[in-house]
C-alpha cells in the first residue's frame, strides 16, 4: 500500500499534523482527516457557541431507548453534521460504562450494562459511518471515571476486563467500525496507550480490527512504548514522541520498520475510506422530527399514580410550571465535547405554553436559581465592530499585555465562557507569548437592587463597573496549572447597587503567560432572594389544580476530568420537591439529570418522569409526553440503589499507589444491587402491553431462539421492551428488543441469543452450564423462566 512512501514519510503519518488534521501525501494520494468530538453532535473545536450544530440526546438518554433502529438513525444524524462541518472522523461513541454513579462523565455512557452499550453503540456508529463518516469508539479502556484519570491505575482482572468493559469495544469492532481511541489512564500497571495486551493481542490480534489506534489528546507517553504496544497515531499534533519525534528509536531498531508499516497502512485504509462519496446530511424539519422522536422514546416513566398522565389538554384549568430547569434546561454535560446549541431552540416552558395554550392557564416560577453557579452575562456589545452582532461582549485580543501593546483582533461573544486554544485560536488570541484580552459589554438593570458580578479566569484579571473595580485577582497561574484552574471555573464575585433601568459598561481585563490554553469567564446574578422564590413557587402550586415540576442540574454538574461528590441533586431543589408536593401533591417530577441519582423523595410526586439529557428536542418532546401526543419510550439504563452504600462501586478516588480497583469484578450496577430502587431496563408507557407463550429453540452452533407474543390491548400506539436476563454465574442481561406496537396490534418476536451470550472468560470462551434464564420486562421482572437443552462444550479463540 503507497510503496513509494519513504520509511520516514511513514513514521510522521504516526503523529497528527495539528490539532484536528492528520498528515497528509497528496502526491500519493492521501489526504488529511479531518477530526472533531462527540458523541452528541460536531463539537466545534474552537468551543464557540457561534458554531451552531445540531444536539442529539445524550448517550445515556439513547441508552434509556433500548432501540437499535433510533441509535442508528440517530449516528446517521450526527454523521450528516460531520459531512455538513467538513468532517471525517469524530470520535465517538463514548462506549466506557457507568460504573459508578458519581463518574463526570456519565452521560456520555449508554448503560452501565455492557451489552446494551456495546449494542447501542455500534448500532450508533453504523448509522454514522452510513454518511461516509468514521466512528472513533473511545476511550479504550476502563476510563470509566475521571478522578486523576491521567494518572490512575485500574487494578481488573481478565474475566471482568474481557466480559464486561472491552465487550463494548468489540460489539463495534464487529460493527466495523473506522477507529479507536486509546484512553489516558493505565490498566493492570500499563499506560492505555502502551498496553500492548488490549491494543495489539486482543483488539487487532483476536478481533482483527484493521483500522487505526489513536491517543486521546496528549495521551502518550512514548514514542517506542506507543508505536511497539500497537498505538498508531498520537494525537494531536505536532508530534510530541511519535511521528518524526521517533526517529532516532527507529533507527536504533527500538522499533521495527514493518510496525511502522501497519501503523501507515491503517491510517492510508482510514484516509482512503473515509475521503471517499459522502452522504447528504438530514436537516431542517426531518432533523428536528428525530430530535423530538429521540428525547422522548428515552423518556423513563418511574411513578405514575392515578394515571395522572398524561396531562390530557382541557382537563385541568390551571397547571403550575415550576422549577428552574423549564426555562434553563440542562441539555448536556461540561466537557470539551459541547455544542453550541441553536440560541431558537425551544425550551420546555415555551413548548408547554404552546400545547395547552387555550386548554389551561398556565403560570411559571423557577423556584430556585437556574444558574447557580455561574450566571448568564446579558449584555450589549461595548461597541459596533461591523459583524452585525446584537448581543455579547466585545472582545479585544492584543498582542501585549502594556500600554504599548497592539489590538490585533476583536470579535463579539454572546457567552459567559471563553476557550481558547493554541493552534486553534491564531487568528485572535496570542497565546505563545504574554498578552492581553478585554471583554467589555453594556448591562442594564431590569430591577434595582444588588447585583452580583463574577469573574474567574486562568491568569490575572481585573473587573471593572463603569471604570470601578470590583473583582480583582492578580495571582498568577503556572502552565502546568493552567487546565485545572480552566476545568474547576472557580469565580471570585463582588455586589454592586444598581437603579432599575440604570445602564453600566462591565469590563474583564485578562493578561496571560503563555500556555497552551487559556480561560475566561464572568456574569451577573441579578438581585432574589431563595427564601423569596421558593415562596412564589410554592405558592403558585398551592393555586393550581396540577404542577409540571422540573428539577435537575446544569452543565457543571457533569464535567470532564472531575466526578461528583454524590448522588443527590442540589440541595435547594429537594427542599423545592418537598415543599411544592406539601402544597400540591398532584405533582408530576421531571427530572433533568445525566446518571443515575438519587430518588428518595419520589414518593412525595405523583408522578417521576426521568428526561435525562435530552437534545435540543427536549421542549417539543416533553410537551408532547405529558400531553399524551407521544409516549414516555425509555426504560432504565442505570440502576438506582435505595442507598449510595448499596452500589457495588461507588467511590473513584485512587489509592495513594494510583491504583483504583474494581473489586467488584462483573458484579457491577444492577448485577451487584441486592435490592434496587429502580433496576436495569425499569419504566413503563402509557399504552396496556403484554407478554405470553415465550418459546426457546436452541441452535446447532450454540445459541438461542427465543419467541414471545407481544400484545397491545389499549387504544393507542406503545412500545415494549422484551429483556432476556441469565442468572448464572451473576445476574446479566443476554438479549433485548424493542418493540412498537399499533393500537390493538399482536405480534410474535423472535430474539437471537448468541452463543458467547452464555459463556465466560476462563483463559478462553467456556459454555455456562446451567445460565438459568428468565425472559421479562426488567432485571427484576422474572415473567418467564425459560428453560432449553444444549451440549457443554469449550471454544477457545
Request: charged fraction near 20%.
Amino acid at each position: 500500500m503507497s510503496g513509494e512512501l519513504s520509511l520516514d514519510q511513514r513514521l510522521a503519518m504516526t503523529a497528527g499534523a495539528a490539532m484536528w488534521q492528520t498528515v497528509s501525501y497528496p502526491e500519493a494520494g492521501i489526504a488529511s482527516l479531518t477530526m472533531a468530538d462527540g458523541p452528541m453532535g460536531i463539537a466545534s473545536g474552537r468551543v464557540d457557541e457561534r458554531d451552531v450544530a445540531l444536539l442529539s440526546p445524550c448517550p445515556t438518554a439513547l441508552g434509556a431507548s433500548w432501540d437499535v433502529d433510533l441509535c442508528q438513525r440517530v449516528g446517521a444524524l450526527i454523521g450528516g453534521e460531520a459531512v455538513r462541518t467538513g468532517v471525517d472522523m469524530v470520535l465517538a461513541p463514548n462506549v466506557n460504562l457507568a460504573r459508578s454513579p458519581l463518574a463526570g462523565r456519565a452521560f456520555e455512557y449508554f448503560s452501565e450494562e455492557p451489552l446494551l452499550a456495546g449494542v447501542l453503540g455500534a448500532a450508533w456508529a453504523t448509522g454514522l459511518q452510513s454518511t461516509g463518516t468514521a466512528s472513533v469508539v473511545k476511550h479504550l479502556v476502563c476510563n470509566d471515571s475521571e478522578s486523576e484519570r491521567d494518572r490512575m491505575n485500574v487494578v481488573v482482572d481478565a474475566r471482568t476486563l474481557r466480559e464486561v468493559y472491552l465487550l463494548p469495544f468489540e460489539l463495534c469492532a464487529e460493527a466495523g467500525a473506522g477507529g479507536m481511541l486509546a484512553a489516558y489512564n493505565r490498566v493492570n500497571g500499563d499506560w492505555c496507550a502502551e498496553q500492548h495486551h488490549v491494543i495489539t493481542t486482543i483488539v487487532k490480534g483476536e478481533w482483527r480490527f484493521d483500522g487505526p489506534i489513536m491517543s486521546d489528546w496528549f495521551g502518550t507517553h512514548s514514542g517506542a512504548g506507543s508505536l511497539n504496544a500497537g498505538l498508531d497515531l498520537e494525537m494531536p499534533g505536532p508530534a510530541r514522541f511519535m511521528g518524526i519525534k521517533a526517529q532516532e528509536a527507529c533507527a536504533s531498531g527500538q522499533v521495527a520498520p514493518e510496525r511502522i508499516i501497519d501503523a501507515s497502512d491503517r491510517l492510508i485504509r482510514a484516509a482512503r475510506r473515509f475521503k471517499a462519496e459522502k452522504s447528504r446530511p438530514i436537516v431542517g424539519p426531518d432533523a428536528d422530527a428525530l430530535l423530538v422522536e429521540a428525547a422522548a422514546a428515552g423518556f423513563v416513566l418511574l411513578r405514575n399514580e392515578s394515571d395522572i398522565l398524561p396531562l390530557t389538554p382541557g382537563r385541568d384549568a390551571h397547571v403550575a410550571m415550576i422549577g428552574p430547569n423549564a426555562a434553563a434546561p440542562c441539555y448536556q454535560g461540561g466537557t470539551f465535547a459541547k455544542i453550541a446549541v441553536a440560541p431558537d431552540a425551544v425550551r420546555p416552558l415555551e413548548a408547554i405554553l404552546a400545547r395547552y395554550q387555550g386548554h389551561a392557564r398556565l403560570d411559571y416560577e423557577p423556584g430556585v436559581d437556574p444558574q447557580p453557579r455561574l450566571p448568564a452575562m446579558p449584555a450589549i456589545p461595548a461597541r459596533d465592530i461591523g459583524d452585525g452582532a446584537l448581543l455579547g461582549m466585545t472582545v479585544d485580543y492584543y498582542d501585549g499585555q502594556g500600554e504599548d501593546a497592539v489590538l490585533v483582533a476583536s470579535e463579539t461573544r454572546d457567552t459567559n465562557s471563553l476557550v481558547w486554544f493554541a493552534g486553534v485560536h491564531d487568528d485572535t488570541a496570542v497565546l505563545g507569548k504574554p498578552a492581553r484580552i478585554v471583554a467589555c459589554g453594556r448591562f442594564r438593570a431590569e430591577q434595582a437592587g444588588p447585583h452580583r458580578f463574577y469573574l474567574g479566569a486562568t491568569g490575572p484579571v481585573r473587573l471593572r463597573v463603569d471604570g470601578r473595580e470590583v473583582v480583582v485577582r492578580n495571582a498568577a497561574i503556572p502552565s502546568s496549572d493552567v487546565m485545572g484552574k480552566l476545568k474547576s471555573g472557580d469565580a471570585d464575585s463582588a455586589v454592586v447597587d444598581l437603579a432599575a433601568g440604570q445602564e453600566v459598561l462591565v469590563e474583564a481585563d485578562f493578561t496571560y503567560e503563555p500556555a497552551r490554553v487559556h480561560g475566561l469567564w464572568y456574569g451577573i446574578r441579578r438581585p432574589d432572594t431563595p427564601e423569596a422564590m421558593l415562596q412564589r413557587a410554592v405558592d403558585l402550586a398551592a393555586r393550581a389544580d396540577v404542577v409540571v415540576l422540573v428539577v435537575g442540574e446544569t452543565s457543571d454538574a457533569s464535567v470532564e476530568s472531575k466526578d461528583r461528590a454524590d448522588t443527590h441533586l442540589p440541595q435547594e431543589q429537594i427542599r423545592l420537591i418537598e415543599a411544592v408536593t406539601s402544597a400540591n401533591p398532584r405533582t408530576v417530577i421531571v427530572a433533568n439529570v445525566g446518571h443515575a441519582f438519587d430518588t428518595a423523595w419520589e414518593d412525595r410526586g405523583a408522578a417521576l418522569l426521568v428526561a435525562w439529557y435530552p437534545g435540543e428536542g427536549f421542549g417539543h418532546a416533553l410537551a408532547e409526553v405529558l400531553a399524551g401526543d407521544r409516549e414516555p419510550g425509555g426504560r432504565m439504563p442505570v440502576s438506582i440503589a435505595r442507598e449510595e452504600a448499596d452500589y457495588p462501586a461507588f467511590a473513584l478516588a485512587p489509592n495513594a499507589a494510583g491504583d483504583l480497583a474494581y473489586a467488584e469484578g462483573t458484579r457491577l450496577g444492577y448485577r451487584g444491587i441486592a435490592d434496587p430502587r429502580h433496576t436495569l431496563g425499569a419504566g413503563f408507557g402509557y399504552a396496556d402491553i403484554g407478554l405470553s407463550e415465550p418459546s426457546v429453540t436452541a441452535l446447532a452452533e450454540g445459541g438461542l431462539t427465543v419467541s414471545v407474543t407481544i400484545a397491545n390491548a389499549s387504544g393507542r400506539a406503545g412500545s415494549e421492551v422484551v429483556q432476556i436476563y441469565r442468572r448464572e454465574p451473576e445476574l446479566a442481561l443476554v438479549a433485548f428488543a424493542k418493540v412498537h406496537l399499533a393500537a390493538g396490534e399482536r405480534r410474535e418476536v423472535a430474539i437471537s441469543v448468541p452463543r458467547r451470550r452464555l459463556q465466560i472468560w476462563q483463559d478462553g470462551w467456556c459454555d455456562i452450564e446451567a445460565p438459568r434464564l428468565f425472559l421479562g420486562r426488567n432485571a427484576a421482572d422474572p415473567a418467564f423462566e425459560l428453560t432449553f437443552t444444549t451440549e457443554t462444550s469449550e471454544q477457545n479463540p
